[in-house]
């Protein structure tokens, strides 16, 4: 079996697979699903002028059995959106990042990040923020963000509710940095 | 001449006033006062389903000469945007706040501030957010937050641009913090 990874732009016959992996991450609440899904709609009403850049990693499975003839199966295993912070000049947020749990440990995750870093450096990006909480359901998240060279510059306690920190992780391009001198 | 300074609700008919207010306050961009209008039409659209509360300041002169009948003249001369922060319990923004530079120095900008926080007090807001430029025009503005108790707690480099960087500056509501518990 030959698995093969493909990252594109979401479209609207995407959604009902990103909703499922959205409700069957633990981390996110019901009403961040909620949040979730109107950006989705946002999106996918008006891809251009949403403010959003909104991908999907879709995985597929190439069985060769025999002489059958080969078959093939893709499915979204998560997702990535991302878009430039408004108001701002060179800053970009990282909005939503899920991968399915039952394709955990394959890298997806990484991919998907290292195409969106990518997308934003080409764009000029200089900077490139994620939100998040500082619940322990996060810790993984934490790790993820610091293994691709994220660092915390920003810490408000209680933001989500009584001990629930904002955590804001950056990065910073250096090249998209010096294009601006 | 005798003046008197009423908080009420913002209506259609303050919008023209209030774009003046914005376009002649230096500090804001002109894309900021793009977002600032968008703002104002969200709320006037559906002031109730917008998640923004905004309230405008009026000042009127009464001039009393002889016996010749009352005259009044009433003036926009501020407002104020803030609602809650979208997926919090009990954090609140400030999103806007804006006096006619004509008017500085009359205690405008702390009534419009104050009546905000006893609003998201009576709400059982817990923490109050200010995000804010600190480019040196900001000056006054932030001597002005933290006059009112506001506290820097954040602060992300070059956010807006390079060596423009975003102040967050909180204020806690203790009684609404004790409401928690």
Not at 4 to 30: G, H, N, W, Y
Not at 88 to 107: L, N, P
Not at 141 to 146: C, D, K, Q, S
């Amino acid at each position: 079996m030959l698995e093969k990874l493909k990252i594109r732009p979401l479209v609207k016959e995407d959604k009902q697979a990103i909703m499922q992996i959205l409700r069957d991450t633990p981390e996110f609440k019901p009403a961040e699903v909620v949040v979730a899904e109107e950006v989705l709609d946002n999106y996918l009403q008006d891809p251009s002028g949403s403010g959003y850049y909104t991908f999907v990693a879709e995985l597929t499975n190439v069985i060769a059995r025999g002489k059958a003839p080969k078959q093939s199966r893709s499915d979204i295993v998560g997702y990535i959106c991302y878009g430039p912070t408004p108001l701002t000049e060179g800053t970009w947020d990282i909005y939503w990042i899920a991968v399915d749990s039952k394709e955990k440990g394959k890298g997806i995750g990484s991919a998907l990040l290292t195409f969106a870093e990518n997308r934003i450096k080409e764009a000029g990006g200089r900077l490139i923020l994620i939100e998040t909480s500082s619940r322990p359901e996060y810790k993984g998240t934490i790790n993820f963000y610091r293994f691709h060279g994220y660092e915390l510059v920003s810490k408000i306690l209680d933001f989500y509710t009584s001990g629930d920190d904002k955590l804001t992780f950056q990065k910073r391009n250096e090249s998209g940095k010096s294009k601006e001198v």
